[in-house]
C-alpha cells in the first residue's frame, strides 16, 4: 500500500492545497480527474489537480471541503497549521483521506517521516504493508481482563483507579455490580424513552399552560459495556478501560450472556471469536456506525450482524468472596481472567499509615496497624479465612486522617465491631472477645479498654494522648 503525507501550512487555510509533480506523477498517475473518499465522513469528493497559470500543482474542486469534514470527526471546523493530512492508496484509483492531529499517538508516528536536513518538509511517501500499525493503539504492559481480590481494605479499588490514570487517562468509565445487575443494563436492551413532540414547522409542541409534550416511544439504550466498546472501535489509536467494581455481587453469567464469548482473546488481544447480534442491536449498530470509516464497519460485518472486541478495550475488576450475598464465579469465566492477589498488608507502604491511632482507653491511645495486626492473628487463630481479615485500609484513609481522635475512634468503634461481631467471628465471639453475650455489651467494653475487650496473643504497647482532638 502507498500513503501520501501532506503537512499542514498557514498558507493552506486560506488557498487551494499544494502537491508536488512527483506526488502526482506517481502517486495519483498523472490522473488530473479521480475520486478521494474520508475514512470517516464517508464522502467522495470529485477533486482535480490544478497546474493553471503555470503554478505548482495544487488540489481542487472538492479537496477542501472533504478535508474539512474529516476535521470534523476531531470536533474541528477548519484546518489547523502542522496537522497531517494521509491518503491512503489501496489499489488503482481506489484513495482514502484522513486528518491526523498533532495530539495523536499516529501523528507521533508520521512526524518522523517529515524531516529532512534542519527543516521539517511538508511532502511525504510511505510504502508499506504494515499500514495498520499505525492506526493501532498502543498495547499496555498489563492483561486485557484483571480481577484483583483480596481481603477488605488491601486497596484493590485504589491500585486499580491508579492504573487505570496511568495507562487509559480519561478513557475508562466504572459500573458497580450488585444482584439486581443484568444483561439489558450492562449491554442493552429496548426500553422506554420519552419523545418530545414537534410541530409541522419543528417547534416544540406544548400544551395550553406552555408545558413541553412528550410520548412514550421505544428505543434500544447501550449499556456501558457496549458504550464503551464502540468508543474503543470509533478511536483505535486510543486505549480503553471498562472498570467493574465488586464483579461477584451479580450473577456475571448472566449479566455477560453472549459477551461471554468474547472474552478469549488471541495473541493481538483481539476476540478469538465474534458473537451474532440481534436484530434491535443491529439497527442500533447501524445508526451508531454511520459515517464511520470501512475499516470499522467490516468487524461487524454487511449487516453489523456480528460484534467482538478489539485490542484497545479492556476490562478490569474487584472481588471479595469474603463478603456475606456474594455470587461465585464459574470455572470457565475465572479462566479468562488474570487474577491478581492483593496481599493483607500489600497497602502498608508507608511510615504515615504507621502513625496512625485512635483511643485505646481514657487518657490512651494505641496505633492502629498495631491493633489490626494483631486482630488478624487472633482471627487466623480461630481459623477464620485470609480473606475475611482486616486489611490496612479496612477504616478509610480519610477516617484514619480525622483530627478528632474521638470521632475517628467511634467511627473504628462501629466498623470494626459491626463487622466481626455479625459476620466474621459469628460462630466463635467468645475466642476473640472477653465479653461477647450482646453487642451493646461488646460496644460498652471497647468503650472502657479495647486491650481488655480482645483476647489478643501479641503485646500492644499503649501511649498517652497528649490533647484530645488534636493527637493523631
Given amino acids: 500500500m502507498n500513503i501520501y503525507l501532506r503537512r499542514m501550512f498557514k498558507h493552506d487555510q486560506t488557498s487551494e492545497i499544494s502537491v508536488i509533480s512527483n506526488v502526482c506523477n506517481n502517486f495519483f498517475n498523472n490522473k488530473k480527474e479521480f475520486y478521494i473518499k474520508g475514512k470517516y465522513s464517508g464522502y467522495k469528493a470529485e477533486v482535480e489537480i490544478n497546474t493553471k497559470n503555470g503554478r505548482d500543482p495544487r488540489f481542487g474542486k472538492e479537496f477542501k471541503q472533504l478535508v474539512r469534514l474529516e476535521y470534523e470527526r476531531h470536533g474541528k471546523k477548519d484546518i489547523e497549521i502542522g496537522d497531517i493530512i494521509v491518503i491512503y492508496k489501496k489499489a488503482k484509483d481506489d484513495y482514502l483521506l484522513e486528518v491526523i492531529i498533532?495530539?495523536?499517538?499516529?501523528?507521533?508516528?508520521?512526524?518522523t517521516f517529515f524531516i529532512?536536513?534542519?527543516?521539517?518538509?511538508?511532502?511525504?511517501?510511505?510504502?508499506?504493508?504494515e499500514i495498520d500499525q499505525l492506526h493501532d493503539s498502543k498495547p499496555i504492559s498489563k492483561p486485557h481482563q484483571r480481577i484483583f481480590f483480596g481481603a477488605p481494605g488491601t486497596g484493590k479499588s485504589y491500585l486499580l483507579n491508579k492504573e487505570a490514570?496511568?495507562?487509559?487517562?480519561d478513557n475508562y468509565e466504572r459500573v458497580t455490580f450488585h444482584p439486581n445487575y443484568f444483561y439489558s443494563h450492562f449491554v442493552g436492551s429496548y426500553k422506554p424513552f420519552p419523545k418530545i413532540l414537534k410541530l409541522e414547522d419543528g417547534s416544540i409542541k406544548k400544551d395550553e399552560d406552555g408545558n413541553i409534550q412528550e410520548s412514550i416511544t421505544y428505543k434500544y439504550i447501550e449499556g456501558i459495556l457496549l458504550r464503551v466498546l464502540l468508543k474503543a472501535f470509533k478511536n483505535p489509536s486510543k486505549n480503553y478501560l471498562l472498570i467493574?467494581?465488586?464483579?461477584?455481587?451479580?450473577d456475571v453469567a448472566a449479566v455477560f450472556g453472549d459477551m461471554f464469548q468474547l472474552l478469549d482473546r488471541n495473541e493481538k488481544g483481539c476476540s478469538e471469536y465474534s458473537v451474532a447480534t440481534s436484530k434491535e442491536m443491529q439497527e442500533f449498530l447501524k445508526l451508531e456506525l454511520d459515517g464511520c470509516s470501512d475499516d470499522i464497519?467490516?468487524?461487524?460485518?454487511?449487516?453489523y450482524e456480528k460484534i467482538s472486541f478489539p485490542n484497545n478495550f479492556y476490562i478490569w475488576a474487584t472481588m471479595n468472596s469474603a463478603d456475606q450475598g456474594v455470587m461465585p464465579l464459574d470455572t470457565a469465566f475465572k479462566r479468562r481472567w488474570n487474577f491478581e492477589?492483593?496481599?493483607?498488608?500489600?497497602?502498608?507502604?508507608?511510615?504515615?499509615?504507621?502513625e496512625y491511632c485512635f483511643k485505646s482507653r481514657d487518657g490512651y491511645k494505641i496505633r492502629w496497624d498495631d491493633f489490626r495486626t494483631a486482630l488478624n492473628e487472633k482471627l487466623l487463630e480461630s481459623e477464620i479465612p485470609e480473606d475475611k481479615l482486616l486489611g490496612p485500609y479496612f477504616v478509610s484513609k480519610s477516617v484514619l486522617d480525622m483530627k478528632d481522635i474521638n470521632e475517628r475512634t467511634k467511627i473504628i468503634k462501629d466498623k470494626v465491631l459491626m463487622y466481626l461481631y455479625e459476620d466474621v467471628v459469628k460462630t466463635c465471639r467468645d475466642d476473640v472477645f472477653s465479653e461477647s453475650k450482646s453487642y451493646s455489651i461488646v460496644c460498652n467494653k471497647f468503650n472502657e479498654s479495647v486491650l481488655e475487650?480482645?483476647?489478643?496473643?501479641?503485646?500492644?504497647?499503649?501511649e498517652p494522648i497528649k490533647a484530645d482532638n488534636e493527637d493523631n
Fill in 102 to 111: 498533532k495530539d495523536s499517538r499516529e501523528y507521533e508516528v508520521l512526524n
Fill in 116 to 129: 529532512d536536513g534542519k527543516q521539517p518538509d511538508r511532502h511525504a511517501l510511505i510504502v508499506t504493508d
Fill in 165 to 169: 490514570g496511568e495507562y487509559f487517562g
Fill in 244 to 250: 467493574i467494581e465488586e464483579i461477584n455481587r451479580a
Fill in 297 to 303: 464497519k467490516i468487524q461487524f460485518g454487511d449487516e
Fill in 341 to 354: 492477589y492483593m496481599d493483607i498488608n500489600s497497602s502498608v507502604n508507608d511510615e504515615k499509615f504507621k
Fill in 453 to 462: 475487650l480482645f483476647k489478643l496473643n501479641r503485646k500492644i504497647t499503649e
